[in-house]
């Protein structure tokens, strides 16, 4: 389409991927280098008025990759809008898509499926994209990591009083007299009041964020030329760290997590780093069971660690391991909400696996199903976590664990226990009709697996899920 002297615009599910579009699109030559790539952020109105008038203008006149800047840009008149599906949030892409067809673009739009479960359980069931509603928003209000924050901001707006409780529900004083301690709101008789000289947005984080992100800085320079979420900064500017950033990659040097820094130089290099790490899931509460096949499902609370261990070099082209660096990084831990399902020691011997196949078994499972979880709950696989294990010390049984990524959870687990009869078959499903034979990302390889999909038995897999529900896989 840009060699056709078309406009286009790029809609995909992050930033990473903005990136690595730009980057191979300047590569091949199909995308001319210039002022048409601009850094735009999508969540503020000014710069989408921004976009649209550039596209109007013509000034931006070969293409645009962005970060889901969608629900809230006037593309009318664009020759093609070429909607990149990469394991984006299902609500959203329905809604986005209507949207685009109501824009009445001159050309069609392209949707273009990524390699995973997830692209690939739709395109075999189309009806879910055109015949499907979109779906009701999953959310947790009540969470204190969610609302506390709010409180927060609304208590800058105006003072909260008792009477609000109407609004933010039983929990308000307790996340009220909570704030006050760290010092974010004063308590007064007459309620709780923002005393802060600065905004209420510039002391809190109302995007879901863990900390105060980390800035991306030039070493040369000293300019800043991004930044990342706290949550994910050991995964992604760990020392070693290939960035992308504007379609150009970038080195990091130095990562100093207690300074909320990291400090890169310009390069090119043929490959890109994927994280290695570690995690561990202990249950702190179980909140709900039930019979699911000859398996039991359940919900609750965990504690989750994570550590990042490593990270390997990857051929940018075949995507062919180089070599793997360990790092000696901190272990971070957070309380959250899982579902888990625990495979019975009868199924397990009606398989007859080995250790080794079984556990090869539950980790391609569980890959699957989280890459499936979206179709069911309006998330990203990025938003959710698992582990299986073929003896957790929690439950004394083989165990897949999935589970929210956010600190008090966001509600995902908690839908995909509700939704788990439906979930689960999907992931059988798409374990049995991927044409692949040994795994492949359309079905049980993760591209955010810590241990760079080691052990995964797709058959076995399909095998297990199938003991569990009871069915019999269609081989």
């Keep these: 389409m840009v060699n056709d002297g078309q406009q286009v615009i790029t809609f995909v599910a992050s930033r990473t991927q903005a990136e690595l579009i730009t980057h191979y699109g300047l590569q091949s030559g199909s995308i001319p280098a210039g002022g048409w790539r601009l850094s735009i952020e999508a969540s503020l109105a000014a710069d ?21 800047p969608e629900l809230g840009v006037d593309i009318s008149g664009l020759d093609s809008g070429g909607h990149q599906r990469l394991s984006g949030h299902l609500g959203l892409v329905l809604a986005a898509g209507w949207t685009r067809r109501a824009r009445r673009a001159r050309r069609p739009g392209v949707l273009i499926a990524r390699d995973g479960p ?46 609000d409780e109407r609004w933010f529900g039983p ?8 704030l006050t301690e760290q010092g974010l709101l004063r308590a007064r008789p007459s309620g709780w009041y923002w005393t802060r ?3 209420a947005v510039d002391s809190i984080d109302l995007r879901g964020t863990i900390g105060r992100p980390v800035e991306i800085i030039e070493t040369e320079s000293g300019r800043v030329i991004g930044s990342v979420d706290r949550g994910a900064a050991d995964r992604t500017v760990h020392e070693g760290a290939v960035y992308l950033h504007q379609g150009e990659q970038w080195l990091v040097t130095q990562y100093l997590p207690a300074d909320g820094v990291a400090m890169v130089r310009r390069v090119e290099r043929p490959y890109y780093t994927q994280p290695m ?38 051929d940018a082209i075949t995507g062919d391991v180089w070599d793997e660096t360990p790092l000696d990084l901190p272990v971070h831990r957070m309380t959250t909400q899982s579902m888990w399902w625990l495979v019975p020691d009868a199924v397990v011997a009606r398989l007859a696996f080995s250790a080794v196949r079984l556990g090869a078994a539950a980790h391609a ?18 938003d959710i976590g698992g582990l ?8 004394n049984l083989c165990t897949i664990f999935v589970h929210d990524g956010a600190p008090g959870g966001a509600g995902f687990a908690e839908r995909g226990f509700e939704v788990a009869e439906d979930w689960w078959r999907a992931t059988l499903e798409r374990l049995v009709s991927c044409d692949c034979e040994v795994g492949c990302p359309g079905c049980c390889v993760s591209p955010k697996c810590g241990n760079g999909n080691q052990m995964l038995d797709k058959g076995a897999a399909a095998e297990l899920v199938a003991a569990l529900l009871e069915e019999v896989a269609p081989w």
Aim: aromatic share 6%; with cysteine; proline share 6%.
């Design 48 to 68: 989408r008025r921004r976009l649209e008038e550039l596209l109007r203008s013509g000034e931006l006149a070969k293409g645009r990759f962005d970060q889901r």
């Design 171 to 178: 929990t308000m004083r307790t996340l009220a007299d909570r």
């Design 388 to 395: 299986s294990t073929v003896l957790h010390p929690d439950t």
């Design 277 to 314: 790490g570690i995690s561990e899931v202990r249950i702190v509460a179980e909140q709900a069971r039930r019979q699911l096949g000859a398996g039991v499902i359940c919900r609750g609370e965990v504690e989750l660690s994570s550590q990042v261990t490593g990270y390997l070099r990857r």
């Design 365 to 382: 499972a569980e890959h699957t199903a989280i890459g499936l979880l979206p179709a069911f709950a309006p998330c990203d696989r990025w």
């Design 197 to 199: 000289p600065e905004r």
């Design 118 to 163: 997830l692209d690939a359980h739709l395109f075999d069931h189309p009806e879910l994209i055109f015949d499907r509603p979109v779906e009701r928003t999953v959310l947790y209000p009540g969470s204190p990591y969610v609302l506390g924050p709010h409180l927060a901001a609304a208590a800058r707006e105006s003072a909260l009083t008792v009477e």
